[in-house]
Structure formats: C-alpha cells, structure tokens
C-alpha cells in the first residue's frame, strides 16, 4: 500500500483523515484507488486531461511529479499539496 498524506483542504472529501492508505502502481492508479472510495478527490487535483491542476503539487517522497504517469512504489508515501491563497 502506498501512505497518502492528503491536503486539509480536501480532508472533507476522506471524512477527516489527513492520512490514508492507497493501492496503485502510478499516481494516476493511487488517484484512482482514493476517487472509488472518496468520490470527487480526483477531480480536485487532476482536471479532465488528467493533468495536475495548478494549484496542486504532488511529491513522492521528496521529490515532486506534474504526471499522473509517474510510477509509485510499494510503502512509498505520496504527498499532495494545495496552494492556499487570500488576502
């Protein structure tokens, strides 16, 4: 299993929890893994192209990834961040 430290922002999608276990060989097959059972993860970080969105940054271990290509290895941890803005 892959450990996924998920955003405060999009912990409302996983019911609270800011750490969670995932399945997957690729960041694409983890995002998958996480969207069957938190409806509307995905979309939040990927769009339609399955591209990162802007504003997103995913890292494995400590280094960062733009593709949902990028292979994910077996108790690796896959990080994902969000910008926060205001004023």
């Given at each position: 299993m892959i450990s996924v430290?998920?955003?405060s922002q999009l912990t409302s999608y996983t019911d609270?929890?800011?750490r969670v276990q995932a399945a997957g060989t690729t960041v694409a097959g983890v995002l998958d893994d996480l969207d069957?059972?938190?409806p509307g993860l995905k979309f939040r970080v990927v769009d339609e192209q399955d591209?990162?969105?802007r504003h997103m940054r995913i890292f494995i271990?400590?280094?960062e990834?733009?593709?949902?290509?990028?292979?994910?290895?077996?108790g690796q941890e896959l990080m994902i961040?969000?910008?926060?803005?205001?004023?």
């Amino acid at each position: 299993m892959i450990s996924v430290l998920i955003p405060s922002q999009l912990t409302s999608y996983t019911d609270g929890a800011a750490r969670v276990q995932a399945a997957g060989t690729t960041v694409a097959g983890v995002l998958d893994d996480l969207d069957a059972r938190y409806p509307g993860l995905k979309f939040r970080v990927v769009d339609e192209q399955d591209r990162v969105r802007r504003h997103m940054r995913i890292f494995i271990g400590q280094a960062e990834t733009r593709s949902v290509s990028t292979p994910v290895g077996e108790g690796q941890e896959l990080m994902i961040f969000g910008a926060l803005s205001g004023g």
